[in-house]
């Protein structure tokens, strides 16, 4: 009898054991150096940072006084959260404290989202259209027209973003009229309804350009597109509710002599019109070069600025499509930041105003791309005021926020 009551004691623990919630608390200090306001400022944590002795499968962040919207992230692809990201407003040279608990226990809250990503296969059954989160294709099938938008789309509340699923992996660019989130409604293509409920649509024709800081290959005189390639994928890796990532891949790039792996990650956060593009190889780079920068905008008079160190931008006016009774001329600047060390030289061609860009005994790049459209009501209105706002978006993009784990 006695042993019956000991091992069921001791089930009964056992069982208690495993419904038992396991937590890691912490605090994180957020400092912002910078002489302005910091808005929306993102925060990313590495879960390897903080080691735990259990599957990570929620977070709640709070700064005493109320809760802070976040998100955990698998970038990898093994199930297992990789970061925590969330975004926060700090005044000028102020710091901030947060607390945050990790669980086991999936996620008991949710939060309003203020970005959305989505990738749309075809279905030839009644033209509808099926989400998906990922899609590899050999390097010589034309997969452009069998996704819908032709890549995957994501957007914040100020602007809209796709990638082009062919050779070109342009980056598009979505302008809206106010604020608010629309592709998971309008897909890139707003109807006569949409349009007349003040939906935004597709500002510019990028043709053969980078478009909005897409990067090329480099030949000496003008961009190139990544061809040829022995296979190509491009996935949703998430969509909020902070932070939409997407992400491009291409195996057995032939390129300058080598063969490349290579992989572009495109970020987008809540409260930004900038997208950060990091650039990855699966082995160290050599003598190879590429370039990236912002289209030149050929369908009226086209204006530009460059810094000289890294930062270029373009302003002008173009027909997006050759249907211009549905929609209107647009107007919009385009700006690309690359950070010094990987600048190599300020080129140009036919189509685009660019830097090269090289990272040799590295595997890492990264560089920034933003576009404003005349037609929002929250933007900058005239190149006067774009060329500005770029400066300043540089300035800050120089001076993040400290992040610092409290154990």
Same mark, same amino acid.
């Given at each position: 009898?006695?042993?019956?009551?000991?091992?069921?004691?001791?089930?009964?623990?056992?069982?208690?054991?495993?419904? =038992?919630?396991?937590?890691?608390?912490?605090?994180?200090?957020?400092?912002?150096?910078?002489?302005?306001?910091?808005?929306?400022?993102?925060?990313?944590?590495?879960?390897?940072?903080?080691?735990?002795?259990?599957?990570?499968?929620?977070?709640?962040?709070?700064?005493?006084?109320?809760?802070?919207?976040?998100?955990?992230? !698998?970038?990898?692809?093994?199930?297992?959260?990789?970061?925590?990201?969330?975004?926060?407003?700090?005044?000028?040279?102020?710091?901030?404290?947060?607390?945050?608990?990790?669980?086991?226990?999936?996620?008991?809250?949710?939060?309003?989202?203020?970005?959305?990503?989505?990738?749309? =296969?075809?279905?030839?059954?009644?033209?509808?259209?099926?989400?998906?989160?990922?899609?590899?294709?050999?390097?010589?099938?034309?997969?452009?027209?069998?996704?819908?938008?032709?890549?995957?789309?994501?957007?914040?509340?100020?602007?809209?973003?796709?990638?082009?699923?062919?050779?070109?992996?342009?980056?598009?660019?979505?302008?809206?009229?106010?604020?608010?989130?629309?592709?998971?409604?309008?897909?890139?293509?707003?109807?006569?309804?949409?349009?007349?409920?003040?939906?935004?649509?597709?500002?510019?024709?990028?043709?053969?350009?980078?478009?909005?800081?897409?990067?090329?290959?480099? !030949?000496?005189?003008?961009?190139?597109?990544?061809?040829?390639?022995?296979?190509?994928?491009?996935?949703?890796?998430?969509?909020?509710?902070?932070?939409?990532?997407?992400?491009?891949?291409?195996?057995?790039?032939?390129?300058?002599?080598?063969?490349?792996?290579?992989?572009?990650?495109?970020?987008?956060?809540?409260?930004?019109? !900038?997208?950060?593009?990091?650039?990855?190889?699966?082995?160290?780079?050599?003598?190879?070069?590429?370039?990236?920068?912002?289209?030149?905008?050929?369908?009226?008079?086209?204006?530009?600025?460059? !810094?000289?160190?890294?930062?270029?931008?373009?302003?002008?006016?173009?027909?997006?499509?050759?249907?211009?009774?549905?929609?209107?001329?647009?107007?919009?600047?385009?700006?690309?930041?690359?950070?010094?060390?990987?600048?190599?030289?300020?080129?140009?061609?036919?189509?685009?105003?660019?830097?090269?860009?090289?990272?040799?005994?590295?595997?890492?790049?990264?560089?920034?791309?933003?576009?404003?459209?005349?037609?929002?009501?929250?933007?900058?209105?005239?190149?006067?005021?774009?060329?500005?706002?770029?400066?300043?978006?540089?300035?800050?993009?120089?001076?993040?926020?400290?992040?610092?784990?409290?154990?």
């Amino acid at each position: 009898m006695k042993k019956k009551i000991f091992f069921l004691l001791l089930s009964t623990l056992y069982g208690a054991s495993i419904l =038992a919630q396991q937590t890691c608390t912490f605090s994180v200090e957020v400092k912002n150096e910078w002489t302005k306001e910091q808005k929306d400022a993102p925060v990313v944590i590495r879960l390897e940072d903080v080691p735990t002795n259990f599957h990570v499968r929620s977070a709640v962040i709070s700064d005493g006084q109320s809760e802070i919207p976040s998100q955990l992230d !698998d970038l990898d692809g093994d199930l297992k959260a990789d970061e925590l990201a969330f975004v926060l407003d700090l005044p000028a040279q102020s710091t901030r404290k947060v607390d945050v608990v990790l669980s086991d226990r999936k996620p008991e809250r949710t939060y309003a989202s203020r970005v959305f990503a989505t990738l749309l =296969a075809r279905d030839t059954k009644g033209g509808h259209h099926v989400p998906i989160q990922s899609v590899t294709v050999s390097g010589t099938v034309d997969f452009y027209n069998m996704v819908y938008g032709h890549g995957p789309m994501l957007e914040s509340e100020l602007v809209g973003y796709r990638v082009y699923f062919d050779k070109k992996q342009t980056v598009d660019p979505y302008g809206k009229f106010n604020k608010g989130l629309e592709l998971k409604e309008s897909r890139f293509y707003p109807n006569k309804e949409q349009l007349a409920h003040g939906f935004g649509d597709d500002v510019l024709m990028v043709g053969n350009s980078c478009g909005v800081g897409a990067l090329k290959g480099w !030949d000496g005189y003008k961009a190139t597109h990544i061809e040829p390639v022995m296979s190509r994928t491009e996935s949703v890796l998430a969509c909020g509710p902070v932070r939409a990532i997407a992400e491009v891949k291409v195996k057995g790039w032939e390129y300058q002599g080598n063969v490349l792996n290579m992989t572009h990650r495109y970020t987008l956060y809540a409260g930004h019109r !900038d997208l950060m593009v990091e650039t990855f190889f699966d082995e160290l780079l050599d003598k190879e070069v590429f370039a990236t920068g912002v289209q030149n905008i050929m369908g009226g008079e086209t204006l530009s600025y460059s !810094d000289h160190h890294g930062l270029t931008g373009s302003w002008g006016r173009y027909w997006p499509v050759t249907d211009t009774v549905r929609y209107a001329k647009e107007t919009i600047g385009l700006a690309t930041y690359i950070p010094q060390e990987y600048v190599r030289e300020e080129v140009k061609d036919r189509d685009n105003f660019l830097y090269t860009v090289a990272a040799p005994g590295k595997k890492y790049f990264c560089h920034y791309a933003m576009f404003t459209s005349r037609k929002e009501t929250f933007g900058y209105p005239t190149a006067k005021a774009w060329f500005g706002y770029m400066q300043v978006w540089k300035d800050g993009l120089e001076h993040p926020v400290k992040v610092r784990i409290l154990r």
